[in-house]
C-alpha cells in the first residue's frame, strides 16, 4: 500500500511541476538511473528491503504434524529427540547441555524432508520461516551475506512479536549456499554467503531469548563443506532413505485416506510393487489412481487403476506412436525374453508384461521383488545379469538377429558386470579398480557377459514353443498379467487361480452401481 502511494504520489507532483512550467526531465532521469540501481545491483536488500524468507503463521504449519509423514519411523525418533532441546529448555539448562544450533536432513528427493521440517516447528510451537539455498546467491558480493543476517534477524522478530519463545529457519537446496568453498574462482559471493551462515550460527546460545534452529535439507551430501558439518554447526544429520515396503504401506494409507476405495483395493500389494518409490511417488500414485477412476466415470478407486497408476509414474504416459508390425513383433519377442528368464530365476516376480507403448520404452516388464532388497551376492547379480541379457538373446534366438532396443540393456548388463569383477567377485579377486588396466577390465567384464549369454540361450532354447505361444497372446492383447504368462510358460503353481487382463466395461458397471446407490440407504464416509 505504501509503495502504490508512493508511486500516485510521485506522479502527480511531475505532473504538477510540468504545468507549472518546471523542466522535470533531470528529475525523471535521476529516479530512472535510481531505479536500474536498485534493481540491478540488488541495492534494495542492502538498504533493508528483504525478500528471503517466507514466514509461515503457526495457524498454517499446525496443519502439518509428525503423524501425517508415513514411515521414516528412525528419521522422525531422532528428529524428536534433537527438538527436546528447545521443548524443554529448563532442564536442558541444569544440565549444562548445549543447545543444538543446527540439523541437516539429508536423503533422495521426495522423501519427507520439508514436511519433516514442518512439523518439527508445530511440535516445538516455533515460528517457520523457509527458503532456498538459490535465493540467497547474486551476481554481486555481499547481498547473500546480507541476506543471511536479514533471515535470522527476522526469525527472531517474528518470534518475539508473535510471542513464542523459538524459530526454526528452514533451508532447502542447502548445497547450493552451503557448497565447498574454493570451487567458484574469482567469484567471492558463495564464500562471503557461507562465511556469514557460519558467523550466525556460531552467535546461537542456549541463553537468547529466542532460541533459533536451523534445519537444512540437501540430497547432495558430498557437496557440503566440511566446516558446516562440524560440531556446533550442523550437530546432527538425520538421514531420511526412501521407504520400505512397511513405510510405502504407511504412506499410501494416509494419501488414500479421503479417497473412495473399491472393497476389493490391496495397498499392500500396492506398496509390494513400488519397491525404490518416495513419498512424492506414491503421492502421485494414489492421485493418478483417482485420475483413471475420473476417466472412466467410475464412482471408487479400483485395483487396476493403481496397476495403472504405477506403469504411468514409472514410465510415463501412453504414446499415440505405434510400432510396424514387425518391430511389434521383435518388441513383443524382447519382452517375453526379459520375462521368462525373469519368471525363471525368480518365480512369481513378474507382475505384467506389455508392448503398448508408453513414456520412451516400445514395451516393458514390470518385476516384482519379494523383499526389499540392499546386498547382492555374486549369483544375485548373475541372475540379474541373466534377465537384462535376456531381451537381446531372445531377438537373436527368435528373429535371427539384434535391434538397437537392447541398447539400455547392454549398458545395465556392462555395469553390472563391472559390479562383480570391482566387487572382488571375479577371476580377478579383489583388484584396485582405479589400477587394473583397461584391457583387463574389458576382458574381465566381456567374459562374465558372455558366459552369461550362453545360459540365457539354452533357458530359453527349452521354452521356445511356449514362448512362440506366449508371443501370439501378448500381440492380440498387448499385456499380459504375471498369473496369465506364468500359466503360459508352464510355472503357474498348481491350484492357483488365473487373474485375466481382460477388463469388462466398467463403465457401464458403474452407471448400474450408480443407480443401485441411489436406491439404497445413505452409508457413512468411512465405509466403502
Sequence with gaps: MIKEIAIGSSLALVIFLTWQGYNVMPVIFLAGLLFVLLRTAGLSNLLGSSRTGTVVEKSSTSRVTFDDIGGQAAAKRELLEALEFITDRDRIRRLGIRPLKGILLTGPPGTGKTLMAKAAAHHTNSVFLSASGSEFIEVYAGVGAQRVR?????????????????????????????????????????????????????????????????????????????AVLRPGRFDRVVRVDLPNREERLAILKIHTAGKPLDPAVDLDDVAKQTFGFSGSHLESVANEAAILAFREEAW?????????????????????????????????????????????????????????????????????????????????????????????????????????????????????????????????????????????????????????????????????????????????????????????????????????????????????????????PARSDNQH
Design 150 to 226: 536479514q533471515i535470522f534477524a527476522r526469525a527472531r522478530e517474528s518470534a518475539r512479536r508473535q510471542g513464542g519463545a523459538s524459530a526454526i529457519v528452514f533451508i532447502d537446496e542447502l548445497e547450493v549456499l552451503a557448497g565447498r568453498r574454493g570451487q567458484h574462482s574469482g567469484h567471492l559471493e558463495y564464500d562471503q554467503t557461507i562465511n556469514q551462515l557460519l558467523v550466525e550460527m556460531d552467535g546461537l546460545g542456549n541463553d537468547d531469548e529466542v532460541t533459533v534452529l536451523v534445519i537444512g535439507a540437501t540430497n547432495r551430501f558430498d557437496l557440503l563443506d566440511p
Design 300 to 520: 471408487v478407486i479400483r485395483q487396476e487403476h493403481f496397476v495403472e497408476a504405477v506403469d504411468k509414474v514409472i514410465m510415463g504416459e501412453k504414446v499415440a506412436r505405434q510400432p510396424r508390425a514387425e518391430e511389434l513383433e521383435r518388441v513383443a519377442v524382447h519382452e517375453l525374453g526379459h520375462a521368462a528368464v525373469a519368471e525363471l530365476r525368480r518365480p512369481g516376480s513378474v507382475s505384467m508384461v506389455s508392448i503398448a507403448p508408453r513414456g520412451g520404452a516400445l514395451g516393458y516388464v514390470r518385476q516384482t521383488p519379494e523383499v526389499d532388497q540392499y546386498l547382492y551376492s555374486r549369483e544375485e547379480l548373475e541372475e540379474q545379469l541373466d534377465i537384462v541379457l535376456a531381451g537381446c538373446v531372445a531377438e537373436e534366438l527368435f528373429c535371427g538377429s539384434r535391434s538397437t532396443g537392447a541398447m539400455k540393456d547392454l549398458e545395465q548388463a556392462v555395469a553390472l558386470a563391472k559390479l562383480v569383477v570391482s566387487g572382488g567377485m571375479s577371476e580377478l579377486g579383489i583388484v584396485p579398480q582405479d589400477l587394473v588396466p583397461a584391457s583387463t577390465m574389458h576382458e574381465a567384464i566381456r567374459a562374465i557377459i558372455t558366459f552369461r549369454e550362453e545360459k540365457v540361450r539354452e533357458l530359453l532354447g527349452e521354452r521356445k514353443t511356449r514362448l512362440m505361444a506366449a508371443r501370439a497372446v501378448l500381440l492380440e492383447r498387448e499385456r499380459l498379467e504375471g498369473d496369465e504368462f506364468r500359466a503360459l510358460l508352464g510355472t503357474m503353481k498348481p491350484g492357483r487361480k488365473v487373474r485375466s487382463s481382460r477388463r469388462r466395461n466398467h463403465r457401464t458397471d458403474d452407471r448400474r452401481s450408480r443407480v443401485r446407490r441411489d436406491r439404497a
